[in-house]
């Protein structure tokens, strides 16, 4: 499974980009997806997830009410909405997908990675 991010770039405060995760090759029908950050000289932390059939999402604290996560399965597409940007959001943020069990915020419980997509956002 391969997992491409797309989206970011330099964002002014307040702005509104999406975040889009294409999964390709041997894809599951269905499968859990979540988008991590990190920003520069921080860990890598959750920012939200969804699971398979898209009904169930979870958000980490600080974007919950900004940001929406959502899904295509027909275009095996993961997007993230993202509104009312802080600088504080700007970090590379990451697709992860196929939930191999425990927590939904945890990275270590995602079997595949997608390279990532810087988000800048100027004040």
């Known amino acids: 499974v391969q997992l491409q991010a797309s989206g970011g770039g330099l964002v002014q405060a307040g702005g509104s980009p999406r975040l889009s995760c294409v999964a390709s090759g041997r894809t599951p029908s269905r499968y859990a997806a979540g988008w991590f950050r990190q920003a520069p000289g921080k860990e890598r932390e959750f920012v939200a997830a969804i699971s398979r059939s898209g009904g169930s999402t979870w958000y980490e604290d600080s974007v919950k009410g900004r940001f929406t996560i959502s899904r295509d399965n027909a275009k095996n597409t993961v997007y993230l909405q993202m509104n009312s940007l802080k600088p504080e959001d700007t970090a590379v943020y990451s697709c992860?997908?196929?939930?191999?069990?425990?927590?939904?915020?945890?990275?270590?419980?995602?079997?595949?990675w997608g390279q990532g997509t810087l988000v800048t956002v100027s004040s």
């Open positions: 992860a997908a196929v939930l191999m069990g425990g927590a939904v915020n945890s990275h270590g419980s995602y079997a595949y």
